[in-house]
Every structure is written in structure tokens, then in C-alpha cells.
């Protein structure tokens, strides 16, 4: 993939070879992050996991301290008596039998995350093959199933994520934007990484985070020095 005449410009600020530390990262990911949009700010972690082992697959959940951008879209999908709290809790879209059968129908889905509750999981398989390559299936692993819709609907409009690694052992989370001060950006960084440490699996031996890069939507990547964090 080749990358235009301001992409090389701006990669000479960075020294391939260094890792830097957080703040100094930081300054660097806005330097080269100007845009005529105001740029996500990503950071791409490569773990020491066998991918090939499931027991040593990371997955969790976290909130961020900071708002990282856009509000997500919620669905709801719950049973009637369930539908006041839902629409009181803040989900964009509330529904249950009849909105399964309009996504079925056009397979559209109009939502960031999705949330339901257990009774709701049986019903819910008519749309599992629209919903799951979307990673829009709710699911108890990311915490989006379950009997306090008001809870989950609420943390999620307050910022939780989930994540997890890829094929390739590499995890892509974004932590904020370019316009964010550098300290709200940090504590978001810093948290994120904490979160991703204590879900280190129990059998992965040697070097857990193997690498730890900051780039903007548009800029190239600074390798970042983590056990400054």
C-alpha cells in the first residue's frame, strides 16, 4: 500500500527504531494526526498468545474514563414490560418479536450495540447470521445479556467497550480524538492497557504485551515504550 507525498512528510517526525513514552507519543500522534476532520486516535497492541488455544483468548470489558467520540446507538431487545426501562435508560431502538422480524425482513440494522435480555437470546437466533458478523450479537461475554437492561444500556451509553484479539494475536481499540486534551487522552490510554493486562491469560508465558503502537486514522504508527505505563 503506498502513501501520499503527506504521509512520508509527516513519518519523518517519527523514529521507527525508538519507543517512546506515552506523553511524548501522544504529542507525536496529534503532530501528525491534522486532518480536515478531527482524527480517532487508535492504539494497535500485538500480544504474546497461541491464538490456535482458547484458553487463551482475551476478551473483556471496560468504561473509559473520557468519552471517546460519537454516542453509540443501543438496540434493545426485551420482552413488552421491559420497554419502559429500556427507552428511560436511553436505547436508541427498543423492541422485541416484532423488531427481530423487520432486521430479519431487511436485514438492516440501524445500531453500534446491541443488548438483550436472557429470555430474548432464543428468539434472537432468527437474526444471529445478520447480527454476528457485525459483532452486533449480544452476548454475557461483553456483558450485553442479561436481566438489568437499565444497567447495560446505561453503561454503554456512558462509554463501554469490548474488546478483543484478532487471528493475529492483535488487538485495534480507539481511545479518543485528535481534539482531546493530552491528559484525558492518557488516562483513557493508560486505563485501556490496564484493562487488557489483568485479562492476560493464565497459560500465555513470556512477553504478554509484545507491542504497543499509537497512530491517528491517517497517520503512521509511533511505538510506544510500555513499561512506562
Known amino acids: 500500500m503506498s502513501h501520499g507525498k503527506r504521509y512520508q512528510e ?6 521507527p527504531k525508538k519507543l517512546y513514552p506515552p506523553e511524548e507519543a501522544l504529542d507525536l500522534v496529534k503532530q501528525t494526526g491534522k486532518t480536515k476532520f478531527d482524527a480517532t486516535i487508535e492504539v494497535h497492541l500485538n500480544l504474546g498468545i497461541d491464538v490456535k488455544k482458547g484458553e487463551q483468548q482475551v476478551r473483556s ?23 419502559k426501562d429500556a427507552k428511560e435508560a436511553g436505547a436508541d431502538i427498543v423492541g422485541g418479536e416484532e423488531l427481530i422480524a423487520e432486521i430479519a425482513k431487511t436485514n438492516k440494522t440501524d445500531f453500534d450495540v446491541a443488548v438483550a435480555t436472557p429470555d430474548m437470546m432464543v428468539k434472537l437466533a432468527k437474526i444471529a447470521k445478520i447480527l454476528g458478523p457485525s459483532g452486533l450479537m449480544p452476548n454475557p461475554k461483553t456483558e450485553t445479556v442479561g436481566p438489568n437492561i437499565k444497567k447495560m444500556i446505561e453503561e454503554v451509553k456512558r462509554g463501554k467497550i469490548s474488546f478483543k484479539n ?10 479518543g480524538k485528535v481534539s482531546m486534551g493530552n491528559p484525558e487522552l492518557l488516562q483513557n ?28 486514522t491517517m497517520g503512521p504508527g509511533i511505538h510506544v515504550d510500555a513499561s512506562k505505563i
Do not use: C, W
Request: charged share 25%.
Open 10 to 15: 509527516l513519518k519523518k517526525l517519527i523514529d
Open 61 to 83: 470489558t471496560m468504561i473509559f474514563p473520557h468519552s471517546i467520540g460519537k454516542a453509540k446507538r443501543v438496540a434493545a431487545f426485551v420482552t413488552p414490560e421491559k420497554e
Open 166 to 175: 484478532d487471528i493475529t494475536g492483535n488487538i485495534h481499540q480507539a481511545i
Open 189 to 216: 490510554f493508560t486505563m485501556f492497557l490496564e484493562a487488557v493486562k489483568k485479562s492476560k491469560p493464565a497459560s500465555s508465558k513470556g512477553t504478554y504485551l509484545k507491542s504497543v503502537t499509537l497512530a491517528s
